[in-house]
């Protein structure tokens, strides 16, 4: 009988890129992001680079398993040109993408990139979600016309987070510093680490069921 079963990495052996991504390759999002401000976006007034950072923690994004990461206190530029047309703009998306075979020096295999829209449409360019080739976490749309500074167009943050999950003892206290997408349990009920408003807080995505008894609740479980 053929062999067919495969594992990996090898002991004592560096992974491969197909191993990697095999087991690693379903985390595409940013992560670590205790304040919502991972990858913010700054529109510069005369200028056609925009500016991608936070100052006050490192934005990291895993993409199929690799990281990005742009350090406190600093911002990446990426260039996003003028459109050629006054009546609808153009949509271009900026993206974190993985280009295994694209990009193989410093800084690496993930770099923020923009995916051009078609001049005079404002529908977005479509992304990569590939499993095996390139694959972009969609950060920004940005819809700019003729003769309109970054400052004027129109953004839409494409962002998502991920975090991990706690269980909490029920009387214990929910982790004060967990980053955006955790997800927490406690006494049955579930919380998730979300942006209300402008900050960052626990909030509850599902409590135990209840069951209402004439005029009193009582636990459904």
Known sequence: MAEVQESGPLVDY?????????IFGSSTAIVGDTNGGSFGLTLPPASDSVEVGSATNASRAVVSGFLLEIPAATTQSLEIPASSNGV??????????????GF????????????????GSTARPSYSTSATGSRDLPLYAITRKLGEALT???VVDL??????????????????????GSHAT???TIYRRDLVESS??????????????????????
């Open 200 to 221: 960052v807080d626990w909030v509850v995505e599902s409590a135990p069921t209840r069951r209402l008894t004439r005029t009193s609740f009582t636990s459904g479980a």
């Open 159 to 180: 962002r998502w987070w991920s975090g991990p999950h706690f269980l909490v003892d029920p009387d214990g206290a929910l982790p004060l510093n967990a980053p955006l």
């Open 186 to 188: 406690r006494n049955g």
């Open 88 to 101: 609808a703009g153009r949509t271009d998306l900026i993206v974190a993408r993985l280009n295994p075979t």
């Open 152 to 154: 004027q167009a129109t």
């Open 104 to 119: 193989t020096t410093p800084p690496g295999p993930v770099r923020l990139h923009r995916i051009a829209g078609t001049e």
């Open 14 to 22: 560096n992974f491969e890129d197909e191993t990697w991504r095999s």
